[in-house]
């Protein structure tokens, strides 16, 4: 679970009493939630749609006329952000091979170039990690969409 930004007035008081806004990363579903006085970097928050978890896994990527390999640093239910030495553009889409087991078979996907920086090339999946059944099995092995986030308490927590 994030923390997200208040969208109403009735959110905005809410806080005063340690309520806040949260979004659920599986389902996008708006909650509010008992924070326990927990603090929360306000810059980061709604920053991200996805958790990120650090890895180090192995990959290879191609698109177009470009076939290079490189090391996933961090992963997300949304995308990952790799360690190459690639010429690639933001908008560039390619298909992904993420290997997560030495003699398994890899995680194959296609993901767009949103960024290219010193840290590295952000990719977006193209094709949401919910549909993708074994890299969802890896990330709930890594801790992302168990019970570490708050959870939704009384009438906010509920579903319309």
């Known amino acids: 679970m994030l923390r997200t930004h208040c969208l109403s007035t009735f959110e905005r008081l809410a806080s005063l009493l340690w309520v806040s806004p949260f979004r659920c990363q599986f389902c996008g579903c708006r909650f509010l939630a008992f924070r326990g006085g927990r603090r929360y970097a306000k810059d980061l928050v709604d920053r991200r749609e996805h958790h990120r978890i650090p890895v180090r896994l192995s990959l290879s990527f191609s698109g177009g006329k470009i076939r290079e390999e490189g090391i996933v640093r961090d992963l997300s239910l949304g995308g990952c ?9 933001v908008d560039d889409i390619f298909y992904l091979q993420i290997f997560i087991e030495e003699d398994g ?3 194959e996907t296609a993901a767009l170039v949103r960024s290219v920086g010193p840290r590295g090339i952000g990719f977006k999946f193209l094709r949401s990690a919910r549909e993708d059944k074994r890299l969802l099995e890896y990330l709930h092995a890594q801790g992302i ?3 570490r986030g708050p959870q ?3 009438e ?5």
Not at 81 to 89: D, F, L, T, W
Not at 156 to 160: A, F, K, N, Q, V
């Open 81 to 89: 952000v790799i360690e190459s030495n690639a010429k690639v553009r």
């Open 105 to 107: 078979p890899p995680i």
């Open 156 to 160: 906010w927590g509920r579903r319309p």
């Open 145 to 147: 969409g168990t019970d």
């Open 152 to 154: 939704p308490s009384g």
